[in-house]
């Protein structure tokens, strides 16, 4: 029975089970799915034992959500898309990079609000760019969980995009189940919070825990002080705002 992140078991029949239903299926199209993630299916327990997880272990509901959530992994290029293929600016000014890790030992993806201008021509760009940051994550934890620090600090209202953040929210509940350790709202302005009361109603009810407002002082009790950046009272020496003149680089995280 495998034990996942030694806390969530599935029985091994039901792994089996989903991954040749899967497999079966899939002879009749070998080509809607990239070969990666049909490979993982094939090699990962925790790639699909996690569907099983989210939905209370029904196997035909863990299916459906597989299938549509490698469709969805298919369509968006993720397996594929290179930092090459997104545009250079979002990744100088660090709108979304990988800091650090929390105290449970999660990748943590910031999101940096203030960076944000809704542009209906770039919707795919940006939301490929936000899934770029959280597939490297993912793996970077072996197929675990990851947290997001969605840092508000200097945001306003034109930074505001409720499309983007129902396709994050989407992201994990449908695409990454199992995959959000904790959502930190850092330094959230009092201006933004009828936004948050929409994004709410998007949170299912069993998830509401995992989401914490934090400032500088409350966000230790998630991240301990050498993982956080000096702007967040934090001593982590990796950089976080970009430098002056600073250009990413194909070597950069």
Same mark, same amino acid.
């Given at each position: 029975?495998?034990?996942?992140?030694?806390?969530?078991?599935?029985?091994?029949?039901?792994?089996?089970?989903?991954?040749?239903?899967?497999?079966?299926?899939?002879?009749?199209?070998?080509?809607?799915?990239?070969?990666?993630?049909?490979?993982?299916?094939?090699?990962?327990?925790?790639?699909?034992?996690?569907?099983?997880?989210?939905?209370?272990?029904?196997?035909?509901?863990?299916?459906?959500?597989?299938?549509?959530?490698?469709?969805?992994?298919?369509?968006?290029?993720?397996?594929?898309?290179?930092?090459?293929?997104?545009?250079?600016?979002?990744?100088?000014?660090?709108?979304?990079?990988?800091?650090?890790?929390?105290?449970?030992?999660?990748?943590?993806?910031?999101?940096?609000?203030?960076?944000?201008?809704?542009?209906?021509?770039?919707?795919?760009?940006?939301?490929?760019?936000?899934? @770029?940051?959280?597939?490297?994550? *993912?793996?970077?934890?072996?197929?675990?969980?990851?947290?997001?620090?969605?840092?508000?600090?200097?945001?306003? *209202?034109?930074?505001?995009?409720?499309?983007?953040?129902?396709?994050?929210?989407?992201?994990?509940?449908? @695409?990454?189940?199992?995959?959000?350790?904790?959502?930190?709202?850092?330094?959230?302005?009092? @201006?933004?919070?009828?936004?948050?009361?929409?994004?709410?109603?998007?949170?299912?009810?069993?998830?509401?825990?995992?989401?914490?407002?934090?400032?500088?002082?409350?966000?230790?009790?998630?991240?301990?002080?050498?993982?956080?950046?000096?702007?967040?009272?934090?001593?982590?020496?990796?950089?976080?705002?970009?430098?002056?003149? @600073?250009?990413?680089?194909?070597?950069?995280?």
């Amino acid at each position: 029975m495998p034990l996942f992140k030694n806390k969530w078991s599935v029985d091994d029949k039901l792994i089996a089970d989903l991954r040749n239903k899967f497999l079966d299926d899939l002879k009749t199209d070998e080509d809607r799915y990239h070969a990666d993630d049909i490979q993982r299916v094939k090699e990962n327990d925790w790639f699909i034992g996690r569907y099983l997880l989210h939905n209370d272990k029904d196997l035909d509901k863990a299916y459906r959500m597989l299938t549509d959530s490698l469709k969805f992994r298919n369509d968006m290029e993720i397996n594929t898309v290179t930092k090459k293929d997104l545009p250079k600016e979002y990744f100088d000014v660090r709108a979304v990079i990988m800091y650090n890790k929390d105290k449970r030992d999660h990748p943590v993806v910031a999101i940096r609000c203030k960076t944000h201008i809704k542009k209906e021509e770039t919707r795919r760009l940006q939301q490929q760019y936000m899934l @770029y940051w959280i597939e490297t994550a *993912v793996r970077a934890s072996d197929w675990g969980v990851v947290s997001i620090l969605f840092d508000c600090t200097d945001a306003g *209202v034109y930074n505001v995009d409720l499309d983007m953040m129902r396709s994050l929210s989407d992201a994990f509940k449908k @695409y990454y189940p199992w995959g959000l350790g904790y959502f930190l709202v850092y330094n959230m302005p009092w @201006y933004l919070s009828a936004v948050w009361k929409i994004i709410k109603k998007w949170i299912p009810q069993r998830h509401e825990a995992i989401f914490h407002f934090v400032d500088s002082k409350s966000i230790q009790e998630f991240m301990s002080e050498d993982q956080l950046p000096s702007c967040m009272g934090g001593t982590s020496t990796k950089m976080y705002e970009p430098k002056e003149g @600073y250009k990413d680089g194909d070597e950069s995280d």
